[in-house]
């Protein structure tokens, strides 16, 4: 099942009208609309509004069967976008997992996740499979490099901007799970 049914299926069964929950996120009842009928991808900003609003973790729209194993191939990733942000994530761990979450972020020459920085609940380990990243963890600033880690807690305001020449990928562990 595709996002927007999933969506479309939870507010019916709420009994939320399309209109009520467009105005109670900042959204139009059109873009809701075209949600519903795949027709425009959320940004993650926005998903996380609708469930805030149907009181649903974000996963709950990605959520998979259950199987003893689960292989997510590359061209099957769900992919995200900060709005404000220069960063895309590729979720590389089901979406079903609530204890942690592995996630590929490619961060465009001169992007970094957003003007001021973030903090969410948990744990965060990042390593720099390629590029030149600043890391700034409590206006602390850290050069890292292809190969480098770095953990901390995710709560401290964070921010990272790729200071190379390429895009910068990396792969952060994330404990729980956050989107």
Do not use: W
């Not at 469930?51 to 191939?73: G, H, N, R």
């Not at 061209?75 to 960063?87: G, I, P, T, V």
């Not at 206006?139 to 305001?157: F, T």
């Amino acid at each position: 099942m595709e996002l927007g049914e999933i969506l479309r299926n939870l507010r019916t069964k709420r009994k939320i009208p399309m209109g009520e929950l467009a105005e109670r996120i900042g959204a139009t009842s059109s873009h809701i609309s075209q949600i519903e009928r795949n027709m425009s991808s959320p940004s993650i900003t926005l998903l996380k509004k609708i469930a805030a609003e149907l009181e649903v973790s974000i996963t709950y729209f990605f959520d998979e069967e259950s199987t003893e194993s689960s292989v997510i191939k590359k061209e099957d990733r769900n992919k995200f976008k900060l709005a404000n942000s220069s960063l895309t994530y590729e979720l590389l761990t089901p979406a079903k997992v609530k204890a942690f979450q592995l996630l590929l972020t490619r961060i465009k020459v001169g992007g970094k996740l957003g003007d001021v920085p973030i903090g969410h609940e948990g744990e965060e380990c990042c390593y720099v499979m390629q590029g030149e990243i600043e890391m700034i963890v409590h206006d602390k600033v850290h050069q890292l490099s292809q190969g480098d880690s770095i953990y901390y807690g995710a709560n401290a305001p964070h921010n990272v901007i790729n200071m190379g020449d390429v895009e910068a990928i990396i792969i952060s562990a994330i404990s729980p799970a956050s989107f």
